[in-house]
């Protein structure tokens, strides 16, 4: 596992040329390039492409082939080279410690010796990164560490496929921490992100910038949402997207009153990882309770979604700002908000070597 560290998640080195994120999800591939640094971010460009059907399921890769084409296409496009790259949530672990605290130069090698109890595959399969939780007033004696970690083959089919596209993947980072770097202030209150794309939903809990928690489900997605009233109202594919699109669950029509039962789902599988996350006897760290919601993803923007969710959870909702950490030069993005939403992971992939 050492020797993988450094090689998939190197130190961001702080750039104040273009940075270039890069999202490759199940259905499609993301890329948002930002410029200057910290303080002074201004975005240059973004765009995206479909990923065929089955080429990847869950995060993994089942057709190269097709996989690089598209990457390469999109790179000759755009003339992209070198990238910072998002690795699925699907496939990965995130693991509290508690570690006794060592010289910095010791840590990294006490990580690793302690993830390897939560592991269904060998250690040496793994790679990992890690994060300090600062804001935990813990024992002197003690560190309270987050490290999130995947099979190594996940991260080297990824390498692959961007080598044979020609592009140079700068670093490797985890969705999740990405989302939060693009949505939420490094001081932000306990949040929970909720990731509503095509084919998934993902939950994240994170405190002061750092996500903690993480869990996926099939059984609420956008796709779920447009076929159901595709069975209910006998539209077509098309049609029944853009009504969903258009009136969500809004009023008491035809469309609300398909989409509603999904939508109650979603707000009871909220509740679960809310709980999941106050309660989980496996981890030894203290946990804030969750203080606010923000929504994701390319189906967020769901008319009448917030505030079905705020009326059930009691809790403030909001769909997330993917600029709020990045345009602070007085710029205006030309982009549609419901698309800008679904760009959030490439933000903050792009953030990672700027912020």
Do not use: C
């Not at 490759?24 to 240059?44: C, H, M, P, W, Y």
């Not at 804030?288 to 923000?294: D, F, S």
């Amino acid at each position: 596992m050492s020797n993988s560290f450094a090689r998939f998640f190197p130190p961001p080195t702080f750039l104040t040329g273009p940075a270039v994120g890069l999202d490759i999800s199940d259905q499609s591939v993301k890329f948002v390039e930002l410029t200057g640094r910290a303080g002074q971010v201004r975005f240059v460009r973004a765009g995206s492409r479909a990923i065929p059907r089955g080429a990847i399921e869950a995060g993994v890769i089942k057709d190269s082939k097709a996989v690089t084409a598209v990457l390469a296409q999109l790179a000759e496009e755009y003339e992209l080279k070198q990238v910072v790259v998002a690795l699925p949530e699907e496939q990965t672990y995130i693991i509290e410690l508690d570690l006794p605290k060592v010289r910095t130069s010791q840590i990294k090698e006490g990580v690793e010796l302690s993830v390897a109890d939560y592991l269904n595959f060998p250690p040496a399969e793994a790679v990992l990164d890690f994060e300090l939780l600062p804001d935990i007033n813990q024992a002197d004696a003690w560190l309270p560490v987050v490290a999130t970690v995947l099979p190594k083959s996940v991260a080297e089919s990824y390498g692959s496929v961007l080598a044979a596209a020609g592009l140079v993947s700068l670093a490797f980072e985890l969705e999740p921490q990405a989302l939060a770097r693009a949505l939420l202030a490094p001081t932000a209150e306990a949040t929970m992100i909720i990731d509503i794309g095509r084919a998934r939903t993902s939950f994240y809990a994170a405190t002061n910038g750092v996500v903690r928690y993480g869990a996926t489900i099939n059984t609420v997605s956008g796709d779920l949402l447009t076929n159901r009233l595709v069975q209910k109202e006998n539209w077509s594919l098309e049609e029944a997207e853009a009504q969903k699109i258009k009136q969500g669950l809004v009023g008491e029509g035809a469309v609300a009153s398909a989409l509603e039962p999904l939508a109650v789902l979603l707000s009871d599988e909220i509740e679960h990882r809310l709980f999941a996350w106050s309660h989980d006897s496996r981890q030894s760290l203290p946990r804030t309770e969750i203080k606010q919601v923000v929504l994701t993803g390319g189906q967020s923007t769901l008319p009448g979604l917030t505030s079905l969710l705020e009326n059930r959870l009691k809790l403030p909702v909001v769909v997330g700002n993917p600029w709020q950490n990045t345009v602070h030069t007085g710029q205006l993005v030309d982009i549609p908000f419901n698309y800008a939403v679904g760009l959030a992971t490439a933000v903050g992939l792009a953030l990672r070597n700027i912020w």
